[in-house]
């Protein structure tokens, strides 16, 4: 994995005691799946105003931010990438509802020209009908331009799935599952991505990808347990050049949502997923634990799932071994099992996020 180096620094104000400072000091100077990683070891501890403090690119912290519309009120142009903030609105619109004072924020914040300027070169890369009509701003503003966009809803989920497996296509050693939910496969079947590794590439993606998250909210919403959800967990992005954190972003969103369809069961298959990796000789695509912590920080599941997970998660570190890792560490993940259980967790210098 190669490690990059990172200008990236931590404000003032920011809520994080010495050790954290010194733990993002030492991570942001790496890739960007160790930037992920100081990303989403610290979800479970600091509020979305600390996180949006705590950050700055090549992390965008505004992918995990919850309130959208709070976070909106007092952003600033020179630390969140627009590709991401405008992710995050068509995102809010196609899983919350048509609302002008989101993108009215937006507007105000970076300006007519410079949101004019990323449509048009967003319209560009688009790759299909779907894309290219969220590059027009009158479907943010009038509600019924909108509303017209996902009027047609069964063809809106056929071009989002669509969109997506030309996604895993071009972007990611895939394990696809089968398109058809009928279909009995134990495990997906393993793809490589069909793109090379290059800078040109890695600009395309940003250029596309507000079509890449809309088409994942659109089958989040509209078909829930769609199989290609799932296959996009599973695949792991390409080692795309620079601080690209765009692939990483887009598979937690997936994982979020399936772990919160399917509970412990679908964790537990992120585990088997790993060990499929790795008996096929894709060790460097393996799931990270960071994929995995992000799944368990954000699980709502019963006290009874809670053990379950306790009990798959320990007997897999005792039998198995540990997930590879960049930064969050499995025992950082025992403690957030532990801490969901109500048992007292003891943290320690050497058993904090790095």
């Known amino acids: 994995m190669t490690h990059h180096a990172s200008h990236t620094r931590l404000q003032e104000g920011a809520a994080l005691s010495p ?32 996180l949006l403090d705590a950050f700055d690119p090549p992390i965008d912290a505004l992918e995990e931010i919850d ?17 991401v903030v405008i992710a995050r609105v068509v995102e809010h619109y196609v899983l919350r509802g048509f609302d002008a004072s989101v993108f009215e924020a937006v507007q105000n914040t ?116 769609a199989p290609v959800i799932r296959s996009i967990v599973a695949a792991q ?7 690209s954190t765009l692939g990483l972003w887009l598979q937690r969103r997936a994982a979020a949502h399936v772990v919160r369809h399917r509970g412990v069961d679908f964790l537990d298959c992120l585990l088997e997923v790993s060990d499929e990796f790795r008996r096929l000789g894709y060790e460097d695509w393996a799931v990270r634990n960071e994929l995995f912590h992000y799944g368990v920080v954000t699980a709502l599941l019963t006290e009874e799932g809670w053990l379950q997970l306790d009990k798959i998660h320990r007997e897999y570190d005792q039998t198995k071994g540990r997930l590879p890792a960049n930064g969050v560490s499995a025992v950082a993940t025992q403690e957030v099992i532990d801490s969901r259980l109500g048992r007292t967790v003891q943290r320690r210098p050497g058993n904090l996020l790095f």
């Open 67 to 83: 309130d959208l519309p709070a976070a909106l009120i007092d952003l600033n142009p020179e630390k969140h990438a627009l590709e």
């Open 110 to 225: 970076y300006g007519h020209a410079a949101i004019s300027a990323f449509f048009e070169t967003s319209r560009e890369a688009q790759p299909d009908s779907l894309g290219s009509e969220l590059t027009d701003v009158t479907i943010y503003q009038h509600r019924k331009a909108w509303s017209r966009l996902m009027a047609q809803r069964t063809a809106l989920v056929g071009h989002a799935k669509a969109r997506l497996y030309e996604y895993l296509d071009l972007w990611c050693v895939a394990l696809l599952w089968p398109a058809d939910q009928h279909e009995v496969q134990a495990m997906p079947k393993v793809q490589p991505p069909a793109r090379e590794e290059t800078a040109a590439n890695t600009s395309s993606l940003h250029a596309r990808f507000i079509g890449d998250i809309a088409a994942l909210a659109i089958v989040r919403r509209f078909e829930p347990d």
């Open 237 to 243: 992005p390409m080692h795309l050049p620079g601080f």
């Open 19 to 50: 050790q954290q400072q010194l733990a993002f000091s030492e991570a942001l100077r790496m890739c960007r799946f160790c930037l992920e990683s100081a990303l989403v070891g610290h979800l479970d501890e600091l509020n979305d105003q600390e």
